[in-house]
Nanobody, 115 residues
Framework: HVQLVESGGGSVQAGGSLKLSCKVS????????LGWFRQAPGKEREGVAA????????YYADSVKGRFTISRDNAKNTVYLQMNSLKSEDSALYYC?????????WGQGTQVTVS
Protein backbone atom coordinates (compact mmCIF):
# COMPACT_ATOMS: atom_id res chain seq x y z
CA HIS A 1 0.00 0.00 0.00
CA VAL A 2 1.69 3.16 -1.26
CA GLN A 3 1.28 6.28 0.82
CA LEU A 4 2.54 9.81 0.38
CA VAL A 5 1.81 12.09 3.31
CA GLU A 6 2.56 15.79 3.08
CA SER A 7 3.06 18.15 5.99
CA GLY A 8 4.45 21.58 6.73
CA GLY A 9 1.91 23.80 5.03
CA GLY A 10 0.44 26.83 6.69
CA SER A 11 -0.04 30.57 6.49
CA VAL A 12 2.88 32.93 6.09
CA GLN A 13 3.45 36.54 5.15
CA ALA A 14 4.95 37.45 1.81
CA GLY A 15 8.71 37.15 1.95
CA GLY A 16 8.57 34.36 4.50
CA SER A 17 9.55 30.73 4.29
CA LEU A 18 8.00 27.32 4.72
CA LYS A 19 9.39 23.81 4.42
CA LEU A 20 7.12 21.07 3.16
CA SER A 21 7.79 17.40 3.83
CA CYS A 22 6.42 14.30 2.14
CA LYS A 23 6.87 10.93 3.78
CA VAL A 24 6.75 8.08 1.28
CA SER A 25 6.01 4.46 2.11
CA UNK A 26 5.07 1.29 0.29
CA UNK A 27 7.43 1.58 -2.67
CA UNK A 28 11.13 1.28 -3.45
CA UNK A 29 11.73 4.91 -2.69
CA UNK A 30 15.10 5.41 -4.31
CA UNK A 31 13.89 4.15 -7.69
CA UNK A 32 11.28 6.85 -8.12
CA UNK A 33 11.23 10.40 -9.33
CA LEU A 34 9.70 12.57 -6.62
CA GLY A 35 7.94 15.78 -7.44
CA TRP A 36 6.01 18.66 -5.94
CA PHE A 37 2.97 20.09 -7.67
CA ARG A 38 0.53 22.81 -6.73
CA GLN A 39 -2.94 23.86 -7.65
CA ALA A 40 -4.59 27.16 -6.84
CA PRO A 41 -8.37 27.67 -7.04
CA GLY A 42 -9.48 28.09 -10.64
CA LYS A 43 -6.06 27.19 -12.01
CA GLU A 44 -4.54 24.07 -13.50
CA ARG A 45 -2.19 21.94 -11.51
CA GLU A 46 1.42 22.83 -12.22
CA GLY A 47 4.69 21.09 -11.58
CA VAL A 48 6.89 22.98 -9.17
CA ALA A 49 9.98 20.86 -8.68
CA ALA A 50 11.27 17.32 -9.10
CA UNK A 51 14.23 15.30 -7.96
CA UNK A 52 15.47 12.22 -9.79
CA UNK A 53 16.86 9.07 -8.22
CA UNK A 54 20.53 8.27 -8.32
CA UNK A 55 22.53 11.44 -8.80
CA UNK A 56 19.61 13.54 -7.56
CA UNK A 57 19.24 15.78 -10.57
CA UNK A 58 16.63 18.45 -9.91
CA TYR A 59 14.12 20.35 -11.98
CA TYR A 60 12.32 23.60 -11.13
CA ALA A 61 9.55 25.57 -12.73
CA ASP A 62 10.71 29.01 -13.84
CA SER A 63 8.32 30.63 -11.39
CA VAL A 64 10.15 29.17 -8.38
CA LYS A 65 13.77 28.98 -9.53
CA GLY A 66 16.11 30.56 -7.03
CA ARG A 67 13.46 30.54 -4.30
CA PHE A 68 12.49 26.87 -3.83
CA THR A 69 14.76 23.91 -3.18
CA ILE A 70 13.75 20.27 -3.47
CA SER A 71 15.71 17.59 -1.68
CA ARG A 72 15.32 13.96 -0.76
CA ASP A 73 16.49 12.02 2.26
CA ASN A 74 16.71 8.41 1.18
CA ALA A 75 17.33 7.21 4.72
CA LYS A 76 14.03 8.74 5.84
CA ASN A 77 12.05 8.09 2.64
CA THR A 78 11.15 11.74 2.66
CA VAL A 79 11.22 14.50 0.08
CA TYR A 80 11.29 18.16 1.08
CA LEU A 81 10.45 21.46 -0.52
CA GLN A 82 12.11 24.47 1.06
CA MET A 83 10.24 27.57 -0.03
CA ASN A 84 11.82 30.99 0.53
CA SER A 85 10.81 34.50 -0.48
CA LEU A 86 7.22 33.40 -0.76
CA LYS A 87 4.81 35.45 -2.82
CA SER A 88 1.03 35.64 -2.79
CA GLU A 89 0.98 33.80 -6.09
CA ASP A 90 2.59 30.80 -4.39
CA SER A 91 -0.63 30.23 -2.45
CA ALA A 92 -2.01 26.83 -3.44
CA LEU A 93 -2.59 23.26 -2.39
CA TYR A 94 0.77 21.54 -2.67
CA TYR A 95 0.99 17.85 -3.54
CA CYS A 96 3.89 15.46 -3.67
CA UNK A 97 3.98 12.68 -6.22
CA UNK A 98 6.10 9.67 -7.11
CA UNK A 99 6.60 7.97 -10.44
CA UNK A 100 8.97 6.41 -12.89
CA UNK A 101 7.78 6.99 -16.45
CA UNK A 102 4.95 9.17 -15.18
CA UNK A 103 3.65 10.18 -11.77
CA UNK A 104 1.27 7.54 -10.49
CA UNK A 105 1.23 7.99 -6.73
CA TRP A 106 -0.07 11.17 -5.14
CA GLY A 107 -0.48 12.59 -1.68
CA GLN A 108 -3.54 14.40 -0.37
CA GLY A 109 -1.92 17.81 -0.33
CA THR A 110 -1.00 20.49 2.16
CA GLN A 111 -2.28 24.05 1.95
CA VAL A 112 0.08 27.00 1.64
CA THR A 113 -1.35 30.48 2.02
CA VAL A 114 0.81 33.57 1.52
CA SER A 115 -0.64 36.94 2.45
Amino acid sequence: HVQLVESGGGSVQAGGSLKLSCKVSGLTYNRYVLGWFRQAPGKEREGVAAVFPGAGVTYYADSVKGRFTISRDNAKNTVYLQMNSLKSEDSALYYCAAGQVKYIHWGQGTQVTVS
